[in-house]
């Protein structure tokens, strides 16, 4: 009988050293599981393909955070947002640990609207925030905005309008420069049509392209793309029109 309860003890013991063990022992020597891979999306990128897996790797490679082939008791996840953070163009990165020994990566891009050569002979772009991007190697096709922008208007009044062309499909496709004058007022250089878009300041931006378009669909149509030098929606409520000369 007694050796039937020493046998009970000893295996209840045996059973709470395997569970201590199961439970604290991995704690303490961390997981020794090794890393595969990386899970990686990329969202923002509008298509620009501004970042991709390649940079993503070889910028972890860099900082000595590339997780594949260490163990998961060594992987700083949070150091690794850190790290892709100082790319100029990654706005937001989220790193965890997932099933399968993978570390997931998701990364946001910067989203450049305009691109600004100023008359001092700035050179830089300006994203969806209001954020300068001074990365010159951007291959991408947006509009271009001139004359008297520093980087506070650029962020402000700029962008004000940037946006809103960017709202309309049409206006998108119809706009390739953007010029601002000294007085900080607007002029817009459309692709098709021999004229120039006269937008006065920022104020009521959508207002004023709602009535171009307006005057686009009514009017030009009419009596032709060409008529006009200028086409101006600086004043409420009017459209004032310049004939060629």
């Known amino acids: ?25 991995t704690d303490v020597h961390g997981d020794v599981t090794e890393c595969t891979g ?23 490679t860099e900082h000595g955070m590339n997780p594949v082939g260490r163990t998961m008791d060594r992987i700083d996840v949070y ?7 100082t790319h100029p163009l990654v706005g937001k990165a989220q790193c965890y640990i997932t099933s399968g020994a993978l570390v997931r990566i ?20 300006v994203d969806s925030r209001g954020e300068i991007l001074t990365d010159r190697t951007l291959a991408v096709n947006l509009p271009v905005a001139t004359g008297y922008i520093d980087r506070s208007f650029a962020g402000s009044e700029l962008l004000q309008v940037v946006r809103a062309i960017d709202r309309s499909d049409f206006w998108k496709a119809q706009i390739e420069q953007i010029n601002v004058t000294r007085e900080g007022c607007f002029e817009l250089v459309p692709r098709v049509g021999d004229h120039l878009l006269l937008l006065g300041t920022s104020d009521n931006v959508g207002e004023k392209l709602d009535r171009l378009m307006n005057f686009y669909m009514n009017g030009l149509k009419e009596v032709g793309w060409n008529k006009y030098s200028t086409i101006s929606v600086a004043y409420e409520n009017q459209i004032v029109c310049k004939k060629r000369k």
């Open 1 to 25: 009988m007694i050796r039937k309860i020493l046998s009970i003890i000893t295996a209840l013991v045996l059973l709470a050293y395997l569970v201590f063990s199961a439970f604290f022992m």
């Open 38 to 60: 990386i899970d990686l999306h990329i969202q923002d990128s509008l298509h620009y393909d501004l970042i991709d897996s390649d940079m993503v790797l070889n910028l972890l």
């Open 79 to 85: 150091e690794m947002e850190n790290v892709l953070l």
């Open 106 to 125: 998701n990364i946001g891009s910067k989203v450049p609207l305009v691109h600004v050569r100023n008359n001092t002979g700035q050179d830089f772009y």
